[in-house]
């Protein structure tokens, strides 16, 4: 649910979903977005000429790069250092937070500024931060309201997306004592209360959208400033990156950055991109002094060597899937349980958790295809989403499920048994009923089936022959 009593968590995708199928307020918010979304993502598409070859660039571009992961990692960790970078690895999380923790404690830090990451969100490193003593401020908009709230984005790139315009106003006004109605007013007032924190932050934490192999370099992609003042104004900057994130050169990162902000925000280039190669230089004006890359597995390595599964790695987080998907159009991102929503995130969250927590994600899809048409980069999500369903029902086959699959190849067979049935149970209410078939009522329950009439041709039939 988006606002209750529930801990929010994928283990109760389907009560969570059914929640948020009942909040009105909360279709009609979506609704807009992303209609407003995909608007303006169709408008730069329709502009963007050469699309199509742009696209199997950029999909050239990662793929390739997941093919030569470990080799493209070991050259970025070498050119990095060079460039006086202090790169750490991090296994999972808790090592991840660890690393964070004490390179905060190291730098004595009081007050960190964030830059938009959702890997930090995946790591829960907020509670990790302020247990040093230290205050963790969120500077995007949309992650500084939803901080404010006290809940988890909804959204890869717009975490507030389920919040309305009033909804803002009354936390602003609840949480600040800020006043204001318009959306620039509501801006300005977020604005005043963050300059202070980017003035006397002593570290700023930021993600990254790629990582250049050839170079050492980090990109970082954005449209509000908050990323570039997180990473210039704090003496220390830790970028946190997981691992799949590294391309080869600075053409590939070109590729990537010409697809990118069209398919996220219908922009032919985000407001503001920067390529930081290492902390400041002598002689420079700006900069953090010291800069650390922190370089997390958290179990990607395991769905690199799945041959099915591994594309999933190869999303670089347009969020455009999740603004196309009716699925997500009707019960937003909290209903998922976890950082990462709608399409590609069913397919992280099952891949990267552990398997008892997301075994229903993969059936919270209708399979309609339409984030396999969106995605820029050709990841086909529906054929990575049966993968998934198949791995969970060999689990825990249920028998029922195993017949039904037997007959449907058989169609004699199938059309004796569905004629039975209709005889005893056209509508199919009885026989979930019946007692020792616990399989059969939860086949019957996860389903709406039809009711079993004659079938067309017999109909037909007993027509003309009246």
Not at 228 to 254: G, N
């Amino acid at each position: 649910m988006e606002n209750g009593t529930m801990e929010l968590t994928p283990r109760h995708f389907r009560e969570q979903s059914a929640s948020a199928c009942r909040d009105a307020n909360l279709r009609a918010v979506l609704d807009h977005a992303t209609r407003y979304f995909m608007g303006k993502r169709g408008a730069a598409l329709e502009a963007f000429a050469g699309r199509d070859e742009h696209f199997a660039r950029a999909r050239a571009v990662r793929m390739g790069a997941l093919a030569r992961l470990p080799e493209l990692l070991e050259q970025l960790e070498r050119n990095a250092t060079a460039v006086g970078v202090h790169v750490h690895w991090a296994a999972d999380a808790s090592e991840a937070r660890t690393l964070l923790a004490g390179i905060a404690k190291k730098a004595g830090a009081k007050v960190i500024v964030k830059g938009k990451s959702m890997v930090t969100e995946e790591i829960a490193l907020n509670p990790a931060l302020e247990a040093t003593g230290a205050e963790v401020w969120e500077t995007d908009l949309g992650e500084f309201i939803v901080q404010l709230a006290g809940e988890p984005p909804s959204h890869i790139i717009a975490p507030c997306i389920h919040k309305s315009r009033a909804d803002v106003a009354e936390l602003f006004a609840e949480k600040l004592n800020l006043h204001g109605q318009s959306i620039p007013e509501l801006t300005l007032l977020a604005r005043k209360a963050l300059r202070e924190k980017f003035l006397s932050a002593d570290m700023g934490i930021t993600g990254v959208n790629m990582a250049v192999a050839e170079t050492g370099s980090v990109i970082l992609v954005e449209n509000e400033g908050n990323i570039r003042m997180s990473t210039t104004c704090p003496p220390v900057h830790v970028a946190l990156m997981s691992l799949e994130k590294v391309v080869a050169t600075l053409d590939d990162a070109a590729d990537i950055l010409r697809v990118l902000p069209r398919s996220a925000t219908g922009q032919k280039m985000s407001s503001y991109v920067s390529v930081l190669t290492g902390p400041r230089k002598a002689g420079e004006t700006d900069g953090a002094r010291e800069m650390h890359l922190v370089i997390l597995d958290n179990g990607r390595s395991s769905v690199l060597g799945d041959p099915v599964l591994r594309e999933a790695l190869a999303c670089f987080r347009c969020g455009a899937c999740l603004n196309s998907c009716p699925v997500y159009q009707t019960i937003g991102g909290h209903a998922y349980g976890s950082v990462y929503s709608g399409p590609i995130g069913t397919l992280l969250s099952s891949l990267l958790l552990p398997p008892e927590q997301t075994r229903d994600l993969p059936f919270g899809c209708t399979l309609c295809g339409a984030c396999a048409r969106t995605c820029p980069l050709g990841i086909n999500h529906p054929k990575l989403m049966l993968a998934l369903r198949q791995r969970v029902a060999g689990e825990r086959a249920n028998p029922f499920s195993t017949a039904h699959s037997m007959l449907a190849r058989h169609p004699l067979a199938y059309r004796f048994a569905v004629g039975m049935a209709r005889a005893v149970d056209p509508n199919l209410d009885l026989l979930p009923r019946l007692p020792g078939l616990p399989g059969l009522s939860e086949f019957v329950d996860s389903r709406h089936p039809p009711e079993l009439k004659k079938p067309f041709t017999a109909r037909r039939k007993k027509k003309e022959s009246k």
